[in-house]
Nanobody, 119 residues
Framework: QVQLVESGGGLVQPGGSLRLSCAAS????????MGWYRQAPGKQRDLVAR???????EYAGSVKGRFTISRDNTKNTVYLQTISLKPEDTAVYFC?????????????WGQGTQVTVSS
C-alpha cells in the first residue's frame, strides 16, 4: 500500500503563487510516476502535470509556463510550484502516484488540497 499526504493549498489572489507538496510513504517502487491532477466543481479530474523518477515531465497546456513540477526521489516527495494563478485554476488538487505491478499500472491518490484563486 501507498499513502500520499498533500500540503500547501489555500486562498490566493489572481497573479499569486502557491507551492504544493506531496509526500509518499509505504511500498514505493524505484520506478514510478508522480503527478498532480485537479478537479473543479461539476467537472472531471484532469491531469495538471506529472514527472517520472527519471525526471521526464508532462504538463497540461493550460498550465505550461506557469506551473513547474519537480520531485525529490530521496524523500519520495513531489512538488508543484505555481505562479501567475488565475481564477480558473481554482480546484481541488490531488496528488497521484502510479507504479507498475507486472503488466498492470496501479494508481494511488491523496485526499486532495483546495486551491482557491480569488480577489
Amino acid at each position: 500500500q501507498v499513502q500520499l499526504v498533500e500540503s500547501g493549498g489555500g486562498l490566493v489572489q489572481p497573479g499569486g503563487s502557491l507551492r504544493l507538496s506531496c509526500a509518499a510513504s509505504g511500498d514505493i517502487f524505484s520506478i514510478n510516476i508522480m503527478g498532480w491532477y485537479r478537479q473543479a466543481p461539476g467537472k472531471q479530474r484532469d491531469l495538471v502535470a506529472r514527472i517520472t523518477t527519471g525526471g521526464g515531465t508532462e504538463y497540461a497546456g493550460s498550465v505550461k509556463g506557469r506551473f513547474t513540477i519537480s520531485r525529490d526521489n530521496t524523500k519520495n516527495t513531489v512538488y508543484l510550484q505555481t505562479i501567475s494563478l488565475k481564477p480558473e485554476d481554482t480546484a481541488v488538487y490531488f496528488c497521484n502516484l502510479r507504479q507498475k505491478y507486472g503488466s498492470t499500472w496501479i494508481d494511488y491518490w491523496g485526499q486532495g488540497t483546495q486551491v482557491t484563486v480569488s480577489s
